[in-house]
């Protein structure tokens, strides 16, 4: 897909004499108003004047995006760095490399209607949680509920697509889902009520949140697209924090049961997440081993040596 050869160094040519490579690229998780400035990035042009044709794909989580990546399915996604270092650290997934952050912190958490009268994580004990296999809120659960005091033996868990999961708890099916923080804008005006927010970040830490990735094979033998997929990509990530009802429309516009307003609002509470007082994109070496750090000392991973160049490509970090 990537068409390696003959395109090492990864620039591109002009226009009438090099057609732009195709690639596809995996969101995080479904498609929601986060994912505005990957649309943005094809709408206004980034990627074809990088020299690249983009077809973007819901994705379903972490653990399922690295495995569409190693299979060939995809060129490039969007994972948990915290998902990334639990599947590399259990030996699950190998063939990968993380290029760029989109947030400089976790977004993780749990969601509920406020009307379900949970306040505090132990308020999660007896009752039912929506997830999706594969997704990082659900694979970093333990190492939550361990943190946070929390029976998790006493959840109920019950596994649903990515598109299932708002509208299943807002028809009171479920007492609460995993969710993203920055979601809660467009949850809370699909339920016409406040929701309660119990995100993992007041437990774990300073963790990264979303990131880039590609395979390893791509990352080592093509690094030009990797820069140039890249550069359009947080290119359109800077226009639509700073431009979020234009994104929210851009969004809406290929989502159409989306509303705009709704993925402008979760654009807008995205941008602390993605500025943090450092590049955009920026992923600090002594962060993530600090991250590594964390997950062995709370018994996520064992203590095998693994290292940050194990998962993360800082040659191709900006």
Known sequence: MLGLAGCASGQ???AATRPPEKVICLTGFGITGQD???YLAVE???FLDAGLQVQIRPGGGTGTNLKLLQSGQADFAVVDLTGALLERGRGSYRDFRVFAAIYQRSVSCIMALASRGITLPRDLEGKTVGYTEGGVNKTLFPTYARLAGINEASIRWVNLPPPQLRPTLLAGTLDAITEIVIGRP???AAAGQPVTVLPYSNYLGDLYGNVLATTLTTAMGNPGIVKRFRDAMLKGLAYAIAHPDEAGQILAKHQPTYKAAAAAAEVRAAEPYVRSGVTIGNLDEKRVMQSISLLQGAGA????GL???DVVSLELVP
Do not use: L
């Open 12 to 14: 591109p040519g002009p």
């Open 36 to 38: 505005s400035f990957a």
């Open 44 to 46: 206004k042009g980034f």
């Open 186 to 188: 467009a949850v809370e």
């Open 301 to 304: 991973i064992p203590d095998t």
């Open 307 to 309: 290292r940050p160049a």
